[in-house]
């Protein structure tokens, strides 16, 4: 980690990292896809649940990469001891709040739903999706821990190992589960259900497997210092995954809102499909920039501040150029793109297709924002990491899309997030200038 050429070193970490990204977003656009196939209520239902798969993912990578950032650290100042007790907290705490979370968001399922702004004709769908959701819930939120950490600790490959296979058996249970046996939306949220927790297995496994930091019951030990710690570590990511949830929301709520009479379970299944399309692009950049962050980590914590700065221009020059390719390529083709999930409903391919292009034109500038707040966040500069996290969901997305649709109509709701990726880029320059100075 801390003397094999920093190029070399970053895509072998990266690789892995890209693979359980993508594969971690396949789970989303495979249920859409197939769904797709039944109505479109039921593809917008699909899609109301984002918000809630965005506050699993805030609780799992909030504890797996505030954990996880702290194990890399200690791992590389050679303190064991400390990186196996923030293993367990790490691990369990997500336990046990997934379980809550589900204890009390089953019996009021409709009115969930309802909140996280289904229309009427949409909300038996959206029910039906995200009740075996809430089932997996510790196990989800768990098992993005173990991902992260696994993979902050240079193990990424466990990692891969225990989310492709779980998306493989997804693959395999939905059309059997939802064509099958007839279970239609039921059966998608039941396939993910049982795929999330197979992979929450294979991932506890792999915490057994080569130098990765053993998860034991012994060591869960939690403390004030330990929840620090994670709170810094973690708080980025937390914030991130919140405003994340907060903006699929007022999306659901903006998009019904604002479509054509009689067409909200289009217009509402059309933001879904751009969303889900969006995030399988972006999961590409994201694990690549992801595979420089052990690296980051080790390296800092070794005070070898050069490769921490080598790293860190490696992973944004070339998960920039990644980018711009699939941009190009999602504009040329945002038709046939949004087509493969509803090819049936001609005003959702046309909402779709438009907010689908305005989002690619923009798209690569978000490399610089990610891969800045990454490296704040794993040197344990919360502060910016944090500004940084919140600025595209947060600062200015939710300005955008309470805003524009009111001087645009629809048109403001398909372009906020361009406009809410072009602010925040404005706002990493000058962090990122200053970061590079520094090191």
Request: aromatic share 12%.
């Amino acid at each position: 980690m801390t003397e094999t050429p920093v190029p070399r070193l970053v895509l072998r970490l990266a690789v892995p990292s890209m693979v359980s990204m993508v594969v971690t977003a396949l789970y989303n656009v495979v249920d859409a896809a197939f769904i797709g196939h039944l109505s479109t209520e039921a593809t917008a239902g699909i899609g109301i649940s984002f918000a809630y798969m965005a506050f699993i993912q805030a609780v799992g990578f909030f504890f797996g990469h505030g954990s996880g950032n702290h194990i890399s650290r200690a791992l590389g100042a050679r303190n064991y001891s400390d990186a196996g007790i923030m293993a367990s907290v790490g691990f369990f705490t997500p336990l046990f709040l997934g379980a809550l979370a589900a204890l009390v968001g089953l019996p009021l399922l409709p009115q969930l739903v309802r909140i996280l702004g289904a229309p009427s004709d949409v909300v038996p769908y959206a029910c039906d999706y995200l009740r075996y959701i809430l089932v997996a819930s510790p196990f989800m939120m768990s098992a993005l821990t173990l991902n992260n950490q696994l993979r902050l600790q240079g193990n990424a490959k466990f990692g891969m190992v225990g989310i492709v296979s779980g998306a493989v058996l997804n693959i395999a249970l939905d059309p059997l589960l939802i064509f099958g046996m007839g279970l239609d939306v039921t059966g998608a949220s039941l396939a993910t259900a049982i795929s999330q927790f197979f992979a929450w297995l294979l991932l506890l496994w792999g915490t057994t497997r080569g130098e990765s930091v053993h998860i034991l019951l012994k060591n869960f030990k939690p403390s004030w210092i330990c929840y620090k710690e994670i709170f810094a570590g973690g708080l980025p990511s937390l914030f991130r995954q919140v405003f994340n949830c907060a903006s699929a929301i007022m999306l659901n709520y903006a998009a019904a809102r604002y479509a054509p009479e009689g067409q909200e379970a289009s217009s509402v299944a059309a933001f879904a499909v751009v969303s889900r399309t969006t995030m399988f692009a972006f999961s590409l950049i994201l694990g690549f920039t992801q595979g420089f962050q052990p690296v980051c980590g080790f390296n800092y914590g070794a005070h070898k501040y050069n490769r921490v700065k080598q790293s860190y221009l490696f992973a944004l020059s070339v998960s920039a150029l990644m980018l711009a390719v699939l941009s190009l390529l999602g504009f040329i083709f945002a038709p046939n793109i949004i087509a493969i999930f509803r090819s049936e409903d001609p005003m959702l391919i046309d909402i779709g297709s438009r907010a689908l292009r305005w989002q690619c034109v923009v798209f690569p500038l978000c490399t610089l924002s990610t891969a800045t707040n990454m490296l704040f966040q794993n040197i344990r500069m919360t502060i910016p990491a944090t500004l940084l996290a919140i600025g595209r969901q947060g600062l200015f997305f939710i300005p955008s899309i309470l805003l524009l649709p009111l001087a645009f109509g629809l048109h403001g709701v398909e372009m906020a997030q361009a406009v809410a990726d072009v602010c925040t880029f404005i706002l990493s320059v000058p962090f990122a200038i200053w970061i590079i100075r520094k090191l």
